[in-house]
């Protein structure tokens, strides 16, 4: 037997009221199983972009010089922290593609700084 899709209603879709507009007519509670373009907020790539613009933000507020990076040692290039999936920083070099891990330490982001900080290299 195939299982029923997920129920999905247009009052959750983020084109709500261009379809409303569109349709001419309140379609808030309507069947939206079979619509192509159904897309609730935290689905939709404008949330993404938005979420990513927030951690910029808040990354640039909090940057100061105590914990500023040192440059990638294979090509000097501008280096940044991120996050996996599983949750652990590692360091990024923008310009090689460069990754880098500190073990335990990859899950607390300023021992993945000061670690980053304090190896040889340029």
């Not at 983020?14 to 609730?40: F, K, L, P, Q, V």
């Not at 972009?49 to 808040?58: E, L, N």
């Not at 922290?81 to 360091?91: D, R, S, T």
Request: with cysteine.
């Amino acid at each position: 037997m195939k299982p029923e899709p997920q129920k999905r209603i247009c009052g959750e879709c983020i084109h709500e009221y261009a379809c409303s507009a569109w349709n001419r007519g309140n379609m808030h509670n309507t069947d939206a199983r079979n619509c192509a373009n159904y897309e609730t907020v935290k689905t939709s790539n404008a949330y993404y972009i938005g979420v990513q613009d927030g951690m910029k933000i808040a990354k640039a507020e909090t940057a100061t010089d105590d914990n500023e990076l040192k440059s990638c040692p294979y090509c000097g290039g501008k280096v940044e922290i991120f996050e996996n999936y599983l949750k652990q920083f590692g360091v990024h070099c923008t310009v090689c593609g460069m990754i880098t891990f500190f073990g335990n330490d990859s899950q607390n982001k300023q021992k993945v700084t000061c670690r980053w900080n304090e190896r040889a290299g340029t």
